[in-house]
């Protein structure tokens, strides 16, 4: 999808889903940091930061991976 479809945020998430299934937990977070940038910031997704902590616990980062958590559980 190129970076001008409207859709590109959408596959950049769905794509970090498919990267923390194959174990490329660094690409899958490279996603979510630009998801994150201030210059998309009028977007939101709540499930990048089910996807944050869901990487940080299973790379055994218990201190992020709860302070994900509770970012999840404050956007629900």
Do not use: M
């Amino acid at each position: 999808i190129p970076t001008e479809a409207p859709q590109w945020l959408d596959a950049l998430l769905e794509s970090g889903w498919a990267f923390f299934q194959v174990d490329n937990f660094e690409k899958a977070l490279g996603n979510l940091h630009t998801l994150d940038s201030p210059y998309f910031s009028d977007k939101y997704f709540p499930e990048s930061h089910v996807l944050r902590a869901v990487i940080h616990f299973t790379t055994c980062n218990y201190e992020e991976g709860r302070k994900g958590a509770e970012r999840t559980a404050r956007s629900i």
